[in-house]
């Protein structure tokens, strides 16, 4: 029993002297708590309204191929309940996308009556999707062009029938009035610009190599804390190597370790994926543009990260900090939910994270066809980004060391 009651003594004790530990490690129990909860709050409002709002159908530009009486009346008749611009040529739709002047797009190929089975056929209809369509909002569109035909067809029907429509109609499923095996085909910006398909490996790996990279911090707090803790950089403070001299190596040292990572994810993207039964990556993209949202989002992560660990004093500090810093700017930025998704104020706020400048060029260079406008603001705003986070860098060196 006295065995017993020692055991539970020395347990109480190692608890104790835990909690005395837990209470002095602020920044360890902020990671714990306050990260966590931000992480939920930023989450919540990214997917508010996600599965429960109204989805509206996206704004539709049309180019109207087949003019035959039964075609152009149907499509009088839907953009009166849903209007939209009219294009005179596949190649101005596609424009207006790219420009975002219309959200989506709809190509009436001729003829819509099949000539074998004079029925609308959906399978003649192209349905073109911008970047940023919600996929509920595609969805929609989708379906409801499909049941739009099915009711010209119905009308069509029934005019043709005369007194003996409402017996046809009654013994006439939806099947039987449209083509069989036949529906709305869609094609994405990137697949029209391009010639290759969509997949899902070409649209995540931009996001998560912005991710990837911005996780430097990790290696940077460990160098940066452990020079400091040992006197290296007070050493070469008297040796009069400058403060700006210590940042612009590191600086170099970590952009070019960013650089091997993103062909080590690249590779990755490339054949890994494609071992495992995914879709290859497809590289064959703007090399100027990509090299510079590359080397702009590199700084940006690199300034970034050498802030944090200017400023903190311990590596699990700056583990805690850079780490849960990275993931809110992550979920902000459309990283972990696609920036669709999120309700319109969200999509204000990811507007000013880095992640979400760097997110923004990348796309423009793997799903679509890059322009200086585009690229140029995105990344004059991450070097402004990592210029800011050098400045402070270099203020936060120079401190006395406490």
């Given at each position: 029993m006295s065995r017993s009651f020692a055991l539970a003594a020395q347990i109480l004790a190692v608890a104790l002297k835990e909690w005395r530990l837990l209470s002095r490690n602020l920044h360890g129990l902020s990671a714990l708590f306050l990260m966590p909860a931000i992480f939920v709050l930023v989450m919540s409002f990214t997917l508010k309204n996600t599965l429960t709002a109204k989805v509206d159908l996206p704004l539709a530009g049309w180019v109207q191929e087949d003019t035959t009486p039964f075609a152009a009346q149907w499509a009088r008749e839907w953009q009166?309940?849903?209007?939209?611009?009219?294009?005179?040529?596949?190649a101005a739709l596609q424009q207006a996308l790219a420009s975002r002047q219309v959200e989506a797009g709809v190509v009436v190929r001729a003829p819509l009556l099949d000539p074998v089975s004079n029925r609308p056929d959906p399978g003649r209809l192209e349905m073109w999707l911008g970047h940023h369509v919600q996929p509920a909002a595609a969805a929609r569109l989708r379906a409801e062009l499909s049941f739009s035909l099915l009711q010209a067809q119905m009308k069509r029907a029934a005019a043709e029938a005369g007194p003996f429509a409402g017996v046809l109609l009654d013994s006439a499923s939806g099947g039987d009035l449209l083509a069989a095996d036949s529906g709305v085909a869609v094609r994405y910006l990137y697949e029209i610009e391009s010639g290759r398909r969509m997949t899902a490996v070409q649209q995540s790996v931009p996001a998560w190599l912005i991710f990837g990279m911005f996780f430097v911090v990790i290696p940077i707090a460990g160098v940066l804390i452990q020079e400091r803790n040992e006197g290296t950089l007070a050493r070469l403070a008297t040796q009069q190597v400058s403060s700006a001299a210590i940042l612009g190596g590191k600086l170099l040292a970590f952009v070019v370790l960013n650089w091997i990572q993103l062909a080590f994810m690249l590779m990755v993207g490339c054949w890994v994926v494609p071992l495992l039964g995914g879709d290859a990556l497809s590289l064959a993209i703007h090399p100027g543009w990509f090299a510079l949202m590359v080397l702009a989002t590199s700084v940006a992560a690199v300034g970034l990260a050498l802030l944090i660990a200017s400023?903190?004093?311990n590596f699990e500090h700056a583990a805690a900090v850079g780490g849960g810093i990275n993931v809110v700017l992550g979920a902000i930025a459309g990283v972990?939910?696609?920036r669709v998704l999120m309700p319109?104020?969200?999509?204000t706020v990811s507007a000013?994270?880095?992640?979400g400048w760097a997110l923004d060029g990348m796309q423009s260079v793997f799903l679509g066809t890059p322009s200086a406008a585009e690229i140029l603001p995105r990344a004059g705003?991450?070097?402004a980004f990592a210029l800011v986070c050098l400045v402070g860098s270099g203020c936060l060196l120079r401190r006395p060391q406490g």
């Open positions: 009166a309940r849903h209007p939209g611009p009219r294009f005179a040529s596949r400023w903190t004093r972990m939910v696609p319109p104020g969200m999509q000013w994270s880095p992640m705003l991450l070097i």
